[in-house]
């Protein structure tokens, strides 16, 4: 069966430091991958797209990169801050315009 | 700004009463979903749809029904509601193959 799968346990890290989650996903064959940043209450935000042929994207502090042989992506953010605590989801296109997400990632920057 | 507007913020309704969740979309996107998110579990697609009164099951559609009849509105139909579908009810618009946007959540109780 097709799997998601983020790191269920928060991330504890200290402000200033590069925070790294992860996306593994089996049974996909994705285009691209995304990943997004949620609040509590809120609605997810994206943050960065990635495809197939791309092999490293970099928006300001994030980078994002896509292992398709691995079948993972990993999620940098550089130079932590405490407003970069949140949750981030993964999301992959799953054929035919369907989107799913991994149950995410908790982090929590600490002065 | 693309914008994602979901008719209510917070919802309670009784066991067995049809409930609607409207969300309306304006920048004409293709793509609509509807998720929902409890805790531990994640988003979890339900219905999504890909073009005027088109739509596809997503991994829990029991339950649920939807309807698209333009292409900025895209409901969500409890058909006879049940406690535990007491949850955080999310929509989502996107242009094929992009980053979903999504609206500010509705937070639904069954009682």
């Known amino acids: 069966s097709q799997k998601i799968e983020q790191n269920s346990e928060a991330l504890n890290i200290q402000e200033g430091k590069t925070a790294t989650l992860t996306c593994n996903y089996t049974?996909?064959?994705?285009?691209?991958l995304q990943w997004y940043r949620q609040d509590p209450g809120r609605g997810p935000v994206f943050l960065l797209l990635i495809r197939e042929n791309e092999k490293e994207k970099r928006k300001e502090r994030l980078k994002v990169t896509f292992d398709t042989t691995l079948k993972q992506s990993l999620f940098h953010i550089t130079a932590s801050q405490p407003a970069d605590s949140a949750t981030y989801l993964c999301a992959l296109e799953g054929g035919g315009n369907k989107l799913t997400f991994g149950t995410g990632t908790q982090l929590k920057v600490e002065l | 700004d693309v914008k994602v507007t979901q008719s209510s913020r917070y919802l309670v309704k009784r066991t067995g009463e049809k409930v609607f969740l409207e969300c309306v979309q304006d920048m004409d996107h293709e793509n609509m979903f509807w998720y929902r998110q409890d805790p531990g579990l994640g988003l979890r697609l339900i219905y999504f749809s890909y073009d005027v009164k088109m739509k596809e099951k997503g991994d829990i559609p029991e339950g649920y029904s939807v309807s698209r009849e333009k292409k900025e509105r895209f409901s969500l139909i409890l058909e006879s509601a049940s406690t535990n579908q007491t949850s955080m009810y999310l929509c989502?618009?996107?242009?094929?193959?992009?980053?979903?946007?999504f609206g500010q959540g509705t937070r639904l109780t069954v009682v």
């Open positions: 049974n996909y064959s994705p285009a691209y």
């Open positions: 989502a618009s996107s242009m094929v193959n992009t980053e979903a946007f």
